[in-house]
């Protein structure tokens, strides 16, 4: 039998369980952890660019842009800007991305809660 995943931290009214789960996350290697925990390759969706160019034409044709879906093949590394890099495929185009960017859509994915983990973490700290 496998264990019901707690998401009570991602309620916005269980502030306990955040910041319970927080002080877990501040303790945690990302990068070990995530190569542990994320089924690979998986699909997902690029949420946020601080890229300019998403405010011209080039957005839409350029790959690994806002709104673009990608397949994530490899965690690449760990970069002090950008936090975890992974490596993607759209298309026929290899690039890289920060995880930070991305989300997985659909909740039954066995990544959503793994991605949304550190998704969440690295916005607050």
Known sequence: MVDEYDASWD???D??????KYLEWQQRSWENWLSKN????FELERVEDDDD??????AKTEPFRLGHKMKV?????EDD????????????????????DLE??????????????????????
């Open 38 to 41: 994320l089924a690979f390759p």
């Open 104 to 125: 997985v859509t659909s909740k039954d994915d066995v990544n959503y809660w793994p991605v949304r983990e550190y998704v969440v973490w690295f916005a607050n700290r």
């Open 73 to 77: 093949v490899s965690i690449e590394g």
């Open 81 to 100: 800007l950008h936090g975890i890099i992974v490596k993607a495929k759209e298309g026929k185009k290899t690039g890289f991305v920060p995880l930070c």
């Open 11 to 13: 309620d916005a009214d």
């Open 53 to 58: 160019a998403y405010f011209t034409d080039i």
């Open 15 to 20: 502030h306990d369980a955040f910041e319970k």
